[in-house]
């Protein structure tokens, strides 16, 4: 397994304004995501936080307004921008452990947008 | 029909029951399955994952069922602390051979005292 540390672990923000969340990884690891969790809902994939080359974004989010940084193997940030109550939500940082499809999470960073 | 379909629940249960949830799957080219673990405001866990041979950890079960397209998560004796969502994940390649994770929504369990 893996142990993934998130910052901040919450934080409320003005509409407008922009938040950086950070993840860190104790180990080095191939394959990161970003996912958010709205209240109820399961988890919807945000992006592939790709090393050294852009993210791999789903349908329906846009590098604009997701833009996430992936320096090395083990850190990566994802930027709520332009920041709007709809975006109030959970969102985690997850790793792939070698080759399998077994996902470890982060203790997740609760947005929320006033 | 969505990609992975879970009854919601609540599923409220007696300590001690033996309570079971199943997930479907409408990908037949599916080639991973798994369980995770949600509690309450916190990140999902991974619980188990599901052999085509079935698995057992404990007092928890999962089974697969490719000819039906669904798996099963058997919990016996349940305890007071099994109280949870439990997620179905489901894995495969997509078209551009990259692996895809489609999440359930999950099932709510409550074991009471």
Same mark, same amino acid.
């Given at each position: 397994s893996a142990v993934i540390s998130q910052k901040p672990s919450r934080d409320i923000c003005q509409r407008g304004t922009s938040l950086t969340i950070q993840c860190q990884v104790d180990s080095q690891v191939t394959m990161m995501f970003w996912y958010r969790q709205q209240p109820g809902q399961s988890l919807t994939l945000i992006a592939t936080a790709n090393q050294g080359s852009e993210a791999t974004y789903e349908s329906g989010f846009v590098i604009d307004k997701f833009p996430i940084s992936r320096p090395n193997l083990t850190f990566s940030t994802l930027t709520v921008s332009?920041? *709007?109550?709809?975006? *109030?939500s959970i969102y985690l940082c997850s790793v792939l452990i070698g080759g399998t499809y077994e996902q470890y999470f982060g203790p997740g960073t609760r947005l929320t947008v006033t | 029909r969505k990609e992975v379909e879970q009854d919601p629940g609540p599923f409220n249960v007696p300590e001690g029951a033996t309570v079971a949830f199943n997930c479907t799957y409408s990908? #037949?080219? #599916?080639?991973s399955f798994f369980w995770y673990r949600q509690d309450c405001r916190k990140e999902p866990k991974l619980l188990m994952s599901v052999y085509s041979s079935g698995n057992e950890d404990g007092r928890f079960t999962a089974q697969l069922n490719r000819a039906s397209q669904y798996i099963s998560l058997l919990i016996r004796? #349940?305890?007071? #602390?099994?109280s949870a969502t439990y997620l179905c994940v489901v894995a495969h390649y997509n078209a551009g051979n990259n692996r895809k994770l489609i999440w359930g929504l999950g099932t709510s369990l409550a074991v009471n005292p």
């Amino acid at each position: 397994s893996a142990v993934i540390s998130q910052k901040p672990s919450r934080d409320i923000c003005q509409r407008g304004t922009s938040l950086t969340i950070q993840c860190q990884v104790d180990s080095q690891v191939t394959m990161m995501f970003w996912y958010r969790q709205q209240p109820g809902q399961s988890l919807t994939l945000i992006a592939t936080a790709n090393q050294g080359s852009e993210a791999t974004y789903e349908s329906g989010f846009v590098i604009d307004k997701f833009p996430i940084s992936r320096p090395n193997l083990t850190f990566s940030t994802l930027t709520v921008s332009n920041m *709007s109550p709809e975006d *109030s939500s959970i969102y985690l940082c997850s790793v792939l452990i070698g080759g399998t499809y077994e996902q470890y999470f982060g203790p997740g960073t609760r947005l929320t947008v006033t | 029909r969505k990609e992975v379909e879970q009854d919601p629940g609540p599923f409220n249960v007696p300590e001690g029951a033996t309570v079971a949830f199943n997930c479907t799957y409408s990908n #037949s080219a #599916s080639q991973s399955f798994f369980w995770y673990r949600q509690d309450c405001r916190k990140e999902p866990k991974l619980l188990m994952s599901v052999y085509s041979s079935g698995n057992e950890d404990g007092r928890f079960t999962a089974q697969l069922n490719r000819a039906s397209q669904y798996i099963s998560l058997l919990i016996r004796d #349940s305890k007071l #602390s099994d109280s949870a969502t439990y997620l179905c994940v489901v894995a495969h390649y997509n078209a551009g051979n990259n692996r895809k994770l489609i999440w359930g929504l999950g099932t709510s369990l409550a074991v009471n005292p």
